[in-house]
């Protein structure tokens, strides 16, 4: 066995000198960008296609009394209106793309129109495709909904109250987590100083610049093709269950991405234009303008973070208890991985020997959250870069040295056991930047202030162990030496393709832009483009 109180730093001076990798050469799809060439979801049309608009909830929490659809369904133009009594299942499994080891509570999948209530306004209700758009947008004006009001609850903290309107039964309490290492409350009593907290970060929308989009058809193989804006074409899979389709039935083609940020891990627009399309035998298109996308789509989890930290007179952490509170919307989408990575990273890169962290996602009656840039590390962040700069000025020292004598080291290990392995140059690079900055620049008029500050953040990336990570990809080497790479993992906006390319060239004098990158368009297990996994796992 490894001693891991002796693991050797990588040397990067030994690393060999490629002609490609590492270089700032022109990406090879920069042209077809700057000059507009470049397609993505809202651009493309077909024949004979349809426009479709979503109805949505103008409520919180209500019972569906009634939906009247008959005076959009007589409009001329309107070809279907679909709501959840014309759907061939009435809900659907949230998609988490490979294995998993553990299971969401049931009941908590989103439907995919609400069929007897809504939990949260901007809750999908009908589906309307017509020849043109603006009779889309018409007809929805002639649906009539008739709603009966329920309480509502719109804090974590209010949720978890005896007596709280229930969201999804049998309680709020949608995903919980609890980790241990060590004796945490021994070691509080072992400390000279007891340091505690709260911290709180809120909802924050996505905000890509290009809204959600899709279009789908049924091809001549009888095939229900969607070619969607999407971080992830595994969603095939579940779209097909959602739609009581075989698996070989769904094909996604997925897009150049405008940005996603993980707001594009989850089903957006398939499943209301694989509806529509499969109904009406036509192509149907749906682009959300900006309102629809932050009215539809998910949204960073707001946490409420505990800490009380245990610390001796030098400045070393003995003992730290973190308690999380997430808010998980009407439904669970990805709530309980994203409180997991949250919860394994609640210390931050901190050797720590006794650790208590408790974890818990709450369902409320705002817009469901789901994954974000980060999936939870960077609110658990947050909260422990403040709390270390507490901890500092209770112990009358400077941020940089309370986290100095307290960064992890090649060796150490996480508070859910994970060891540090291999290159650990937190304190080198903490270093490295502080010394960067130079010394303090004098405010030009006593009313400036300058501020200088430090943070150390701990991200993981990939999936997590039990999903499985895996990635697939085909490189062909042409006669004329041009070479040709599938992979179904999209580029959403950070260079992917060029990566590739770039790799495939590797150490040889050919030139990167001859390499023709075919993605975004395979039914097998890529694993999307999240977490930031794509090099490490794609490409490698």
């Not at 109180?5 to 990798?21: D, K, Y």
């Not at 720590?352 to 590390?377: C, E, L």
């Not at 959403?492 to 590797?506: D, M």
Request: hydrophobic share 40%; charged share 20%; aromatic share 6%.
């Amino acid at each position: 066995m490894t001693n891991m109180n002796h693991l050797e730093q990588p040397n990067i001076a030994n690393l060999p000198e490629l002609r490609q990798i590492g270089k700032p050469l022109r990406r090879i799809d920069a042209m077809g960008k700057v000059t507009g060439a470049t397609q993505y979801a809202a651009d493309y049309v077909m024949p004979n296609m349809l426009h479709a608009k979503v109805l949505r909830a103008q409520h919180a929490s209500a019972k569906i009394v009634r939906i009247d659809v008959s005076k959009a369904r007589a409009l001329p133009g309107v070809v279907c209106v679909l709501t959840a009594e014309d759907l061939p299942g009435d809900r659907v499994a949230t998609d988490i793309p490979g294995v998993t080891g553990t299971s969401k509570r049931a009941g908590t999948d989103a439907p995919i129109l609400a069929h007897d209530r809504v939990r949260f306004m901007g809750e999908a209700l009908a589906v309307v495709a017509a020849e043109e758009l603006a009779l889309a947008e018409q007809a929805l004006d002639l649906i009539e909904v008739v709603y009966e009001p329920y309480p509502a609850v719109y804090t974590p903290e209010e949720a978890m109250q005896p007596g709280a309107p229930i969201v999804t039964e049998p309680d709020n309490i949608v995903a919980r987590w609890r980790i241990l290492k060590g004796d945490a409350d021994a070691a509080m009593r072992d400390a000279d100083l007891i340091v505690e907290g709260t911290y709180k970060t809120q909802f924050i929308d996505h905000a890509y610049l290009e809204p959600e989009a899709g279009i789908a058809w049924v091809d001549e193989h009888d095939v229900l093709t969607i070619r969607v804006s999407t971080q992830v074409v595994e969603h095939f899979r579940s779209i097909a269950a959602a739609l009581q389709l075989p698996q070989n039935k769904v094909h996604i083609m997925g897009t150049l991405v405008g940005g996603g940020f993980g707001g594009k891990e989850d089903i957006t627009v398939e499943l209301f234009i694989g509806l529509a399309a499969l109904k009406t035998r036509r192509p149907v298109k749906l682009v959300y303008t900006r309102e629809e996308s932050i009215l539809a789509h998910c949204k960073r989890h707001p946490f409420t973070i505990t800490h009380k930290t245990g610390v001796t007179r030098s400045g070393r952490i003995l003992a730290s208890q973190v308690n999380l509170v997430a808010d998980s919307g009407a439904y669970v989408y990805l709530s309980p991985y994203v409180l997991l990575y949250a919860a394994s990273s609640a210390v931050g890169p901190y050797k720590i020997n006794h650790v208590t962290i408790n974890a818990y996602a709450v369902a409320t009656n705002n817009t469901f959250t789901s994954a974000f840039r980060g999936f939870g590390a960077a609110q658990a962040c947050v909260a422990y870069e403040q709390h270390m700069d507490e901890i500092a000025r209770a112990l009358n020292m400077t941020p940089r040295e309370i986290r100095r004598l307290n960064y992890v080291q090649a060796g150490d290990t996480t508070p859910n056991g994970q060891a540090f392995r291999g290159a650990v140059w937190l304190e080198e690079c903490a270093n490295r930047a502080w010394d960067a900055l130079g010394e303090p620049t004098p405010p030009p008029t006593p009313h400036v202030k300058i501020g200088r500050g430090l943070a150390s953040y701990m991200q993981s990336y990939g999936r997590i162990t039990w999903f499985h990570d895996t990635s697939q990809a085909w490189v062909g080497l042409e006669m004329d030496g041009s070479i040709v790479i599938r992979c179904g993992v999209p580029d959403i906006g950070g260079g992917q393709v060029n990566t590739l390319a770039q790799i495939a060239r590797g150490d040889d004098d050919g030139d990167a832009a001859n390499v023709h990158v075919r993605q975004r368009d395979v039914s097998s297990g890529d694993g999307g483009t999240q977490n930031a996994r794509r090099t490490r796992v794609a490409a490698f």
